[in-house]
């Protein structure tokens, strides 16, 4: 594709003076740079080809089970690229950017609202990070209370990401027991309950997609001990509207604005994790946040006790402006809607892949559900991975496998609120023709996927031996 000569760019003028390449001369490059000469119709057919390739929330269903990956409207998109937003350097004085200011305070009262919560920081760019900076303000808390407590429980469902904050913060992990129902067991949480643990990270509904029935027992028996509840936010798509993690008796909850309020999600970002907190725990927050001065105009305010930042400025800005046009557009009323349809979703994919592919435990699910392909392991060798591989060729995206781990063979299936019912049922038939294929020829999906631009991957070699660098030129070989 590249021939000597060709180019697609176009230098754009601005106010920049402009210097002769005689003066430049000590940062000129000694050697040309060994890049593709094309033009332009020739660079975007190369891109469009690739993205035609990739699979996306765009293109078709993404039944990722624990990461909520739906549509999400354009609308948002047009919003966070208004000149006004998108134009604003982050250190402009706050006289002249009154409008973000109040865009961000009215996201934080929204978030205060759906949660249940007092004040919030919308600075952490993630979920992992609201994790993290959840955890530097329980510690903050406590030493400012004359404590140390060292431990946080976390249960064995949790995401993978709970015990990592837990480490990178500086506390011990502490495991408590799923019960024979997929709920924390209340048994084994007093087992490990003492005045040396500083906090639980609790994530309702759980990672099966069970609502924690305990949770009031839960919470109450956690603070008996002066420790702290902490809400893990990833799965909030389910309860927006219709209940709050404040009302249930948490202290701290962070949310992924990109998985349940519209950002494109996946692919490591942007995202945002703001952190919401109770009253007690405001004077903690990260800082700045947008408070009225005493001119009644907004100005930045940093709490008198702050952890400090967490990130720089105020955050990924255009994710949280995105946040704030999918909340201003739907209210109150369309938000719970959003979480009810959702719920609806997944139970009557649940219902509908019971005789085929039933839930690891029977209980009716709330946003997800967790299936086992166990049954197929010991019958003909077939594997989670090989399902999810499988699904591929009928055109959706694969569910996550091997996660919860207390689930044997685990295939974690989200339908998310966006899929229509012809969707969903064509999904349900998807899984019905691999479960057929699981028992009658199994070796079919040891292969798959057979008709994707890229076929069955070398999972372990990409994993152990990773190549990082791809030469010039590469891609076309894909051709």
Same mark, same amino acid.
């Given at each position: 594709m590249s021939v000597r000569g060709r180019r697609a760019d176009t230098l754009r003028h601005s106010a920049?003076?402009?210097?002769?390449?005689?003066?430049?001369?000590?940062?000129?490059?000694?050697?040309?740079?060994?890049?593709?000469?094309?033009?332009?119709r020739d660079l975007v057919a190369h891109y469009t080809r690739l993205a035609s390739r990739n699979y996306s929330v765009d293109l078709g269903a993404y039944p990722l089970g624990s990461c909520t990956m739906k549509y999400n409207p354009k609308f948002a998109d047009e919003v966070a690229a208004l000149p006004g937003l998108a134009g604003v350097h982050p250190d402009t004085p706050e006289r002249a950017v009154q409008g973000w200011l109040e865009l961000l305070a009215e996201l934080e009262a929204a978030i205060c609202e759906i949660t249940g919560m007092a004040a919030a920081t919308l600075q952490p760019?993630? $979920?992992?990070?609201?994790?993290?900076? *959840?955890?530097?303000?329980? *510690?903050?808390? /406590?030493?400012?209370?004359?404590?140390?407590?060292?431990?946080?429980?976390?249960?064995?469902?949790?995401h993978g990401t709970n015990p990592a904050s837990v480490t990178l913060a500086g506390y011990e992990a502490v495991t408590v027991r799923s019960d024979a129902r997929g709920l924390v067991s209340l048994d084994d949480l007093r087992r490990v309950l003492d005045d040396s643990v500083a906090g639980i990270m609790l994530t309702n509904p759980n990672?099966?997609?069970?609502?924690?029935?305990?949770?009031?027992?839960?919470?109450?028996?956690? /603070?008996?001990? $002066?420790?702290?509840?902490?809400?893990? %936010?990833?799965?909030l798509n389910a309860i927006v509207g219709v209940a709050r993690p404040g009302d249930m008796g948490?202290?701290?909850?962070?949310?992924?604005? /990109?998985?349940?309020?519209?950002?494109? /999600?996946? %692919?490591?970002?942007? *995202? @945002? *994790?703001?952190? @919401?907190?109770?009253?007690?725990?405001?004077?903690?927050?990260?800082?700045?946040?947008?408070?009225p001065g005493a001119t009644g105009q907004l100005e930045w305010w940093t709490p008198p006790s702050s952890i400090g930042n967490v990130h720089a400025f105020h955050g990924n800005a255009l994710v949280l402006a995105r946040a704030w046009a999918f909340m201003r557009y739907h209210g109150p009323d369309g938000l719970r809607r959003m979480s009810e349809v959702a719920v609806l979703n997944a139970r009557w994919l649940q219902q509908r892949l019971q005789p085929v592919l039933p839930a690891a435990f029977d209980e009716p699910c709330m946003h997800e559900f967790v299936a086992s392909a166990k049954e197929f392991r010991s019958e003909a060798g077939v594997r989670a991975s090989d399902i999810a591989k499988g699904l591929l060729e009928f055109g959706f995206h694969a569910p996550t496998v091997y996660f919860p781990l207390i689930v044997d063979e685990a295939l974690m299936i989200e339908p998310t609120e966006t899929e229509s019912p012809e969707t969903l049922e064509a999904l349900a038939q998807a899984f019905e023709r691999l479960v057929e294929i699981a028992r009658t020829t199994p070796a079919e999906l040891a292969e798959a996927p057979r008709t994707t631009p890229v076929r069955r991957l070398d999972e372990v070699g990409a994993a152990r031996k990773p190549v990082l660098v791809e030469p010039v030129g590469a891609a076309d070989e894909l051709d």
């Open positions: 920049i003076p402009e210097a002769s390449l005689e003066e430049l001369g000590p940062w000129l490059r000694r050697e040309p740079a060994a890049l593709p000469e094309v033009s332009e760019p993630a $979920g992992a990070a609201g994790e993290l900076t *959840g955890l530097l303000i329980m *510690g903050a808390y /406590h030493r400012a209370s004359g404590r140390d407590p060292r431990r946080i429980i976390i249960p064995d469902s949790a990672t099966l997609g069970l609502f924690e029935r305990d949770v009031a027992e839960i919470l109450r028996l956690v /603070h008996e001990v $002066g420790a702290l509840a902490y809400y893990d %936010g990833a799965n948490f202290d701290i909850v962070h949310s992924n604005l /990109h998985k349940t309020f519209a950002t494109p /999600h996946g %692919g490591g970002g942007p *995202g @945002a *994790g703001p952190v @919401a907190v109770t009253s007690a725990l405001e004077a903690f927050l990260p800082g700045p946040l947008p408070r």
